[in-house]
């Protein structure tokens, strides 16, 4: 064999190796949702913090959230969107969550700082990121509904303005949903 081919194909098999055994940033697929141990230390929203807020609350819904980004779990994250506004999730928001947003969600903190009614229904959640990632980095004002007794994140605004990948895929969802221009004579 030429030396060439033994390279390419110890290559191969190395990267073979890392894909079976590591997520992505070299996190296990899989250990974010399942195991509690792994979820609960560092920065990532532990399910006590979130048990201490009061349920259906807008703290206890954005820790949630927040959770969800930071353990790839974007069946939580949606459901903490207000119904009619998961209606409006990019088609690839379930990869977005895995492969761009939760490496750098689960080295940040999230620290609630208050909430302000804005009516009956509408309320905005105040709070700070600390993350070593710059796009998630400082504050954030998050827009809350209510339905019923419970309180939701009322839009995909802030995740599609600190990671480009929504805004592209919702760009080019539009697009697609126009009919093509008219030729002219």
Known sequence: MSPRLV???????????LMLGCGIEGQ???????????TDTGPVVSTERISDEKKGS??????????????RNPDDVRASYAPDARDT???????GIVSFIAPAASQSSIQIDSVEQRGKGDAVLFATIDSPNAALDG?????MKKDGDEWFVANNTYLASVFPFFQVEQALDGAA???????NP
Do not use: I
């Not at 390279?7 to 190796?17: F, T």
């Not at 504050?139 to 827009?143: C, F, M, R």
């Open 89 to 95: 999730l990019p088609e690839e928001f379930d990869t």
């Open 7 to 17: 390279l390419s194909m110890l290559g191969v098999l190395a990267a073979g190796a």
């Open 58 to 71: 807008p703290e206890h819904t954005v820790l949630g959230w927040w959770r969800g980004l930071q353990t």
């Open 28 to 38: 296990p697929f899989g250990a974010d949702k399942t195991t509690k141990e792994s």
């Open 139 to 143: 504050p954030l004002a998050l827009p």
């Open 177 to 183: 949903s126009q009919p093509p221009p008219k030729a």
